[in-house]
């Protein structure tokens, strides 16, 4: 499965639309959270570096933010969709997600994953296609916020970072049901 992945995202690459593989890496980060398609879209961006394609791990890094940051803006601003345990624990996904730790969404994703998974794939497929669009590019394959100094438009990498984040934290206030309120 791992080959198949890598090379349908080579033959992408290898085809110009790097737009739509931005979109695509940014949207497997979030697909499994550490799971088999975010580890094949990882393996993909590191290989990426060696080849001096750097956009394309700026593309990956972004998209694995981008899950614990909407969460943790969910928790935040619509207090109603999660429950007293998450909204206690949501505020550390902002630092999660600042540190590249996608699997700090994975609670979360757990407890519904049919609203939760969809609004993190498409915030993050957001963010990776804007990271392509505006050309930004990381030579480090690890370290979340850490990175932004080595990367090409690095205040781009930030408004796809906020823009994807706000993305899925939307998608979470639409699809989320409220939680029942406790007399």
């Given at each position: 499965?791992?080959?198949g ?13 790097i737009?739509?593989l ?21 393996v993909?961006g ?58 700090g ?6 407890s ?19 990271t392509?669009l ?16 080595v ?11 906020v ?21």
């Open positions: 499965i791992n080959t992945l890598s090379n349908g995202l080579t033959a992408i690459s290898d085809a110009g639309y737009t739509v931005g979109l695509l890496l940014g949207a497997m980060m979030a697909i499994d959270m550490g799971g088999p398609f975010n580890k094949a879209a990882y993909f590191t290989a990426a570096i060696a080849n001096g394609d750097t956009w394309i791990m700026a593309a990956v890094m972004i998209g694995g933010m981008v899950p614990p940051i909407a969460i943790a803006l969910s928790t935040t601003f619509n207090k109603k969709k999660w429950t007293a345990e998450e909204l206690k624990s949501g505020p550390v996904n902002y630092l999660m997600g600042l540190c590249f730790v996608t699997e969404a994975i609670p979360y994703a757990a519904d994953p049919i609203r939760v998974l969809p609004s993190c794939m498409v915030g993050s497929a957001v963010a990776g296609a804007l392509s505006f050309n930004v590019t990381c030579p480090a394959p690890h370290g979340g916020i850490f990175t932004f100094i990367c090409d438009h690095p205040l781009l990498y930030v408004v796809a970072l823009a994807g984040s706000v993305v899925g934290a939307l998608m979470l206030a639409l699809l989320k049901k409220n939680q029942p309120v406790k007399a």
